[in-house]
C-alpha cells in the first residue's frame, strides 16, 4: 500500500508551488479506505510477481486522478483469472465519511499483446468489485493485466497543506506480491514543492521501512518500490 501528500497549490489550481509538497507512502497493510473485501483465506495456486501502479495527478483543482495498473501474475494451475477491488469511497477525517471518487474504469488489457480482458463488475461496500477473465477460457502460467481508471476527489485540503492518501495494491489479495512499486507523476507547476518523502511496509499500524523513496525534480516522479517480498493480505 502507499499514499502520498501533496500542498495546497492543487487547489489553487497549482498556479504557484507554495509550502511544501509531502510524500508519504504505505506499502503492506495501512489500509486508507474503509472496509474491504479481505477474506482469511490463501489461495497456494498462483502468486503475484510484481504489482506497479502509476497516478498522474491532474493539474486541476477537483482531486482527480489517472492510474494505471500493471500485474504480473504466474499460475500454477489453470484459472480463469483475478479479482481486483478498487475503492470508490474515502474514509477520512479531512473529507469526512463517504466521499464518492467516482471512480471509473477505462480498460483492462493483456500485458503480452494489449487486446482486452473481458471482465465483469459491480459496487459493493464502497467498493467497485472487478472479476476479471472469461469463465470459459483457462489460463496457465505468466499472465500480465493492464487495468485503467480514473477518480476524483482524491486531494484533502487542509488550511496549511493538502493531501493524497492512497492504497495502491490493496489490502485483498489471497496470494503473496514478490514486488510492489509505485510511480506518482506530479504536475510540474508544484514539482519544486516536493519534500518531507517517506515510505512505511508491513501490517496494520506498522512502522516498518522495507522499502525505497526517490524523487526526481526535473521530471516530476516520485518512486517507491518495496526492496522485500509482501505476504497475502498486505
Not at 17 to 25: E, K, P, Q, R, S
Not at 160 to 180: A, Q, R
Given at each position: 500500500?502507499?499514499?502520498?501528500?501533496?500542498?495546497?497549490?492543487?487547489?489553487?489550481?497549482m498556479?504557484?508551488?507554495?509550502?511544501?509538497?509531502?510524500?508519504?507512502?504505505?506499502?503492506?497493510?495501512?489500509v486508507?479506505?474503509?472496509?474491504?473485501?479481505?477474506?482469511?483465506?490463501?489461495?497456494?495456486?498462483?502468486?503475484?510477481?510484481?504489482f506497479?501502479a502509476?497516478?498522474?495527478?491532474?493539474a486541476k483543482?477537483?482531486?482527480?486522478?489517472?492510474?494505471?495498473?500493471?500485474i504480473?501474475a504466474?499460475?500454477y494451475?489453470?484459472?480463469?483469472?483475478?479479482?481486483?477491488?478498487?475503492?470508490?469511497?474515502?474514509?477520512?477525517?479531512?473529507?469526512?465519511?463517504?466521499?464518492?471518487?467516482?471512480?471509473?474504469?477505462?480498460s483492462?488489457a493483456?500485458g503480452?499483446?494489449?487486446?482486452?480482458?473481458p471482465?465483469?463488475?459491480?459496487?459493493?461496500?464502497?467498493?467497485?468489485?472487478?472479476?476479471?477473465?472469461?469463465?470459459?477460457?483457462?489460463?496457465?502460467?505468466?499472465?500480465?493485466?493492464k487495468?485503467?481508471?480514473?477518480?476524483?476527489n482524491?486531494?484533502?485540503f487542509?488550511?496549511?497543506?493538502?493531501?493524497?492518501?492512497?492504497?495502491?495494491?490493496?489490502?485483498?489479495w489471497?496470494?503473496?506480491?514478490g514486488e510492489?512499486?509505485a510511480?506518482?507523476?506530479?504536475?510540474?507547476?508544484?514539482?519544486?514543492?516536493?519534500?518531507?518523502?517517506?515510505?512505511?511496509?508491513?501490517?496494520?499500524?506498522?512502522?516498518?521501512?522495507?522499502?525505497?523513496?526517490?524523487?526526481?525534480?526535473?521530471?516530476?516522479?516520485?518512486?517507491v518500490?518495496?526492496?522485500?517480498?509482501?505476504s497475502?493480505?498486505?
Amino acid at each position: 500500500h502507499y499514499l502520498s501528500e501533496l500542498e495546497p497549490v492543487l487547489r489553487r489550481k497549482m498556479t504557484a508551488a507554495t509550502g511544501t509538497l509531502v510524500a508519504v507512502f504505505a506499502l503492506a497493510g495501512l489500509v486508507l479506505f474503509g472496509g474491504g473485501q479481505v477474506q482469511a483465506q490463501t489461495d497456494s495456486e498462483w502468486t503475484v510477481k510484481s504489482f506497479n501502479a502509476d497516478f498522474y495527478i491532474d493539474a486541476k483543482a477537483d482531486g482527480s486522478m489517472d492510474i494505471n495498473e500493471t500485474i504480473d501474475a504466474f499460475f500454477y494451475v489453470q484459472k480463469h483469472g483475478i479479482y481486483r477491488y478498487i475503492p470508490t469511497y474515502y474514509e477520512s477525517d479531512g473529507f469526512g465519511p463517504g466521499t464518492n471518487l467516482n471512480t471509473t474504469i477505462q480498460s483492462i488489457a493483456k500485458g503480452q499483446d494489449g487486446g482486452a480482458v473481458p471482465y465483469e463488475q459491480n459496487e459493493s461496500n464502497g467498493y467497485v468489485n472487478l472479476k476479471i477473465g472469461n469463465s470459459n477460457v483457462y489460463i496457465s502460467g505468466d499472465y500480465t493485466y493492464k487495468i485503467d481508471y480514473s477518480v476524483d476527489n482524491s486531494i484533502l485540503f487542509y488550511g496549511d497543506h493538502d493531501e493524497l492518501y492512497w492504497d495502491v495494491n490493496g489490502g485483498d489479495w489471497p496470494v503473496g506480491m514478490g514486488e510492489v512499486s509505485a510511480s506518482i507523476f506530479v504536475p510540474e507547476e508544484i514539482r519544486s514543492a516536493v519534500g518531507g518523502m517517506r515510505c512505511f511496509t508491513g501490517a496494520y499500524g506498522s512502522t516498518a521501512s522495507d522499502c525505497e523513496i526517490a524523487y526526481d525534480e526535473e521530471t516530476g516522479v516520485i518512486t517507491v518500490t518495496t526492496t522485500s517480498p509482501l505476504s497475502n493480505y498486505e
